[in-house]
């Protein structure tokens, strides 16, 4: 079991940049596949961003793609999002989530999940 704490978010200008980390506790960190959901008000919650148990295959929302990077440090227990040139559309909650199953990008697939982040982009 992995329980996840979100941290960075924030208010921000458009074309601004961010960072979130999502810290996870256990020992286990690295048999985990993380990844970064969003939800904005009224919305269904979206994919953004996932990576591998070894941080060497990541996947993109097509929103995202170019903008966003994901990253881990496992020897930290942590997953990072780097958010460049930010837009007021990525205004929501943002989620770490973790599954033990490989390739998995919906939501469904996802057995924890932290708190949330708040991100607000002025325009």
């Known amino acids: 079991q992995v329980q996840l704490v979100e941290s960075g978010g924030g208010l921000v200008q458009a074309v601004g940049s961010l960072r979130l980390s999502c810290a996870a506790s256990?020992?286990?960190?690295?048999?985990?596949?993380m990844a970064w959901f969003r939800q904005a008000p009224g919305k269904e919650r979206e994919f953004v961003a996932a990576i591998s148990w070894t941080g060497g295959s990541t996947s993109y929302a097509a929103s995202v793609k170019g903008r966003f990077t994901i990253s881990r440090d496992n020897a930290k227990n942590t997953v990072y999002l780097q958010m460049n040139s930010l837009k007021p559309e990525d205004t929501a909650v943002y989620y770490c989530?973790?599954?033990?199953?490989?390739?998995?990008?919906?939501?469904?697939?996802?057995?924890?999940w932290g708190q949330g982040t708040q991100v607000t982009v002025s325009s």
């Open positions: 256990g020992r286990t960190f690295s048999s985990y596949r």
């Open positions: 989530a973790a599954t033990v199953r490989g390739g998995a990008l919906a939501a469904d697939e996802y057995n924890y």
